[in-house]
């Protein structure tokens, strides 16, 4: 055969499936025009003369990806390819670790949270398998290309031994990718490698990835990364073992928290998978929202004691006086700490469960920062997730409501410096600049700044309340920025203002509820129907958030601004024990938002105090089920009187009735 025409067949088609195996091809440029043999005819040349002078190529190098002495492509090793995870950097400087999108995105990541004030470098020290020229990947994405807005505000540098990438980061593409960064030479195999924030506008960085491979780019989603992080990271293929428990709660927030004391003072092996630092959930410093309902009635005033632990002391519901310290998050986490039963796995999510003849025999919960998954085996479990993900996972009947749901709040305040405090123009940000919000003002009425940022800035009530979080969190802060900027810059009022408080994650108030012997609804609440298990109390409203008409034009199907329409019902009323375990999962708890309840009666149950004395109930029922050994929907059946009897005891240190509490508007 002539070579010459079969060479003109390979620069045209460089790599045929045929042929892959024998080559092993991966080059991105061979990948884009690879195609099946069938598609490939040249005049003059058999099939077998091409399958030939492919492998010939293959073997001296001449095309295919770098390749080792036999022809086959060098696989990503870590001798030739370093990744480095955002959130394992040794310092995070001012950047925050936000793990609430890695089911969907596929890991945690570094966010600059800085309110339009570079935030610090995150920086640490790499240890490379040895000097010379790398290629850089970085994984990331321009958080406003969702909706093609301009500007490219999270641009942030990648720093190498003090030297900054020719490469600005965060600046293209609306899906997490690798974006290129170029080469860097490494002169000292002990390097520091640091993110240095550009604006302090939401820049995030999930990964940097250092490789020696001339042609390789890294998978940007699926599988095919999964695999890539934990054989690059070391990490074991398969969950290690971490014990076995008579409880697994997953989620700290009050309600999960209060659960897992409970239980652990009533005797139980528990623990507790929260996947923040801190316990509280929304009523936390990150946060920042108040605990709401009752707690400690009549004909049960020790319900409710677990929770006035955890109650406290001095409240500001609004504005800058709303401080991190105010939340007591050394407190929360002190009261769990002192349960000698009380396994406390923090910075931990839950991920995965083992389901066995119907049971769940275990979960997975992966560590944030290292991506360590551990196995914690389960007699029982509960989930206090809020979104019913153990539940879900495990297939336990759930209901969501489909559209008109309560959404999420990303709180945010500002206050007065007391020296001049300008702020940046922010054309990606919503375009608040002729339009009305809350606090804004008019004529000659000024601005009220604790109008701004409080409960009812509110997004994604139409909007899948998993795979778009990350929109709606976003569309929070959009709203945020746009609004500053139009205060500062359009109408400049407030000059030595500064927004000095925005929680990134977010407080989020409806997604799933799972589905129990018992589904209470805004009938019962208003008939006062009288359940026999009735055991926790409540003490808010019917309380339902819907888009407020007045601020929604022109963001139909995104409004950012909501209102609370209220509905009365004699109170407290009695939430039924049949409402706080599953009606098909046989050893599955809930305690918190995710309880069976309908759309509208969460309005009146979803609340922390209300969700902390489920959480308290939760764990006297196991309790139950341990010394018994069966499960939750016995309790009901056979041992009742038992559950009561711990009910008018309670499980706190003191009375809670001796300490004041009180409920204040959202």
């Known amino acids: 055969m002539g070579v010459g025409r079969a060479h003109v ?29 069938e598609g490939i005819r040249v005049v003059g040349v058999s099939r077998a003369a091409m399958v030939r002078t492919l492998a ?47 089911d969907w995105m ?104 250092f490789t020696r491979l001339a042609d390789y780019t890294p998978p940007d989603a699926g599988p095919e990364l999964t695999d890539l992080r934990r054989r690059l990271l070391g990490l074991s293929e398969q969950p290690e073992p971490a014990g076995a428990y008579d ?150 009947d759930y209901d969501m409501t489909p559209q008109g749901r309560m959404g999420p709040c990303n709180l945010w305040h500002v206050a007065d410096t007391g020296v001049a405090a300008p702020f940046p123009r922010c054309p990606w940000a919503l375009d608040l600049s002729q339009r009305p919000f809350p606090g804004r003002g008019h004529g000659q009425q000024p601005p009220n700044i604790l109008q701004l940022g409080g409960w009812y800035w509110e997004s994604g009530f139409d909007r899948d309340p998993f795979t778009e979080m990350e929109y709606v969190r976003d569309w929070n802060f959009r709203a945020m920025y746009g609004a500053w900027d139009a205060l500062k810059n359009v ?53 339902l958030h819907l888009p407020d008409p007045r601020y929604e034009k022109g963001f139909e199907g995104d409004a950012f601004i909501s209102r609370a329409e209220f509905g009365a019902y004699p109170m407290p009323f009695w939430i039924p024990y049949r409402c706080l375990y599953s009606r098909n999962i046989p050893n599955l708890f809930m305690a918190g938002r995710d309880i069976s309840v309908s759309h509208e009666a969460l309005g009146a149950v979803r609340v922390m105090r209300t969700g902390g004395c489920m959480g308290e109930i939760v764990g006297m029922a196991a309790g139950l089920c341990r010394q018994h050994d069966v499960d939750p929907r016995d309790v009901y059946d056979h041992h009742l009187p038992a559950l009561q009897d711990l009910m008018r005891r309670g499980v706190g240190k003191q009375p809670g009735d001796r300490s004041h509490y009180e409920n204040q508007g959202e």
């Open 9 to 37: 067949a390979l620069l045209a088609f460089p790599c045929v499936r045929a042929q892959r195996k024998a080559c092993g091809s991966t080059h991105r440029a061979q990948r884009s025009v690879c195609m099946h043999w």
């Open 56 to 102: 010939l190529f293959c073997a001296l190098g001449v095309i295919g990806d770098r390749t080792t002495g036999a022809g086959e492509v060098e696989p990503v090793t870590r001798e030739n390819t370093v990744l480095l995870e955002a959130e394992q950097f040794e310092e995070h400087g001012g950047w925050v670790v936000d793990p609430q999108f890695m």
């Open 106 to 209: 596929g890991s945690p990541f570094l966010l600059a949270h800085g309110l339009g004030r570079p935030v610090s470098d995150a920086r640490t020290q790499v240890t490379f398998p040895g000097t010379g020229t790398w290629r850089v990947f970085v994984r990331t994405r321009d958080w406003v290309a969702t909706w093609q807005a301009p500007g490219a505000p999270g641009r942030f540098q990648v720093l190498v031994g003090g030297a900054p990438l020719t490469t600005d980061f965060g600046t293209r593409g609306a899906a997490w990718h690798w974006q290129e960064g170029g080469e860097v030479e490494i002169a000292s195999a002990r390097t520091t490698v640091a993110l240095h924030d550009l604006t302090g506008f939401e820049g995030r960085c999930d990964a940097i990835l």
């Open 247 to 396: 409880l697994v709660v997953a989620g700290g927030g009050i309600a999960g928290t209060c659960a897992a004391i409970s239980a652990a003072r009533l005797g139980l092996q528990v623990a507790l998978v929260q996947d923040r630092p801190v316990l509280g959930g929304n009523n936390s410093s990150e946060v920042r929202v108040w605990l709401q309902g009752a707690r400690n009635k009549e004909p049960w005033p020790r319900v409710g004691d677990v929770v006035a632990e955890l109650e406290q002391e001095r409240r500001a519901h609004y504005g800058p006086e709303n401080t991190a310290e105010l939340y007591e998050d050394e407190k929360k986490l002190a009261v769990a700490r002192a349960e000698p039963n009380l396994r406390l796995l923090l910075e931990h999510r839950a991920i995965a469960v083992d389901v066995q003849e119907g049971r769940i025999a275990a979960i997975v919960a992966q560590e944030v920062r290292s991506g360590r998954r551990l196995r914690l085996e389960a007699r029982w479990v509960a989930d206090c997730t809020g979104d019913a993900v153990v539940g879900f996972l495990a297939g336990a």
């Open 491 to 543: 109408d400049h009022v407030l000059p030595s203002h500064q927004l000095i408080w925005s929680a990134h994650i977010m407080g989020k108030r409806e997604s799933r509820r799972l589905m129990g012997d018992v589904v209470l609804t805004l009938d019962d609440l208003q008939s006062r129907r009288a359940f026999p298990d009735g055991c926790v109390p409540t003490g808010w409203k019917v309380d």
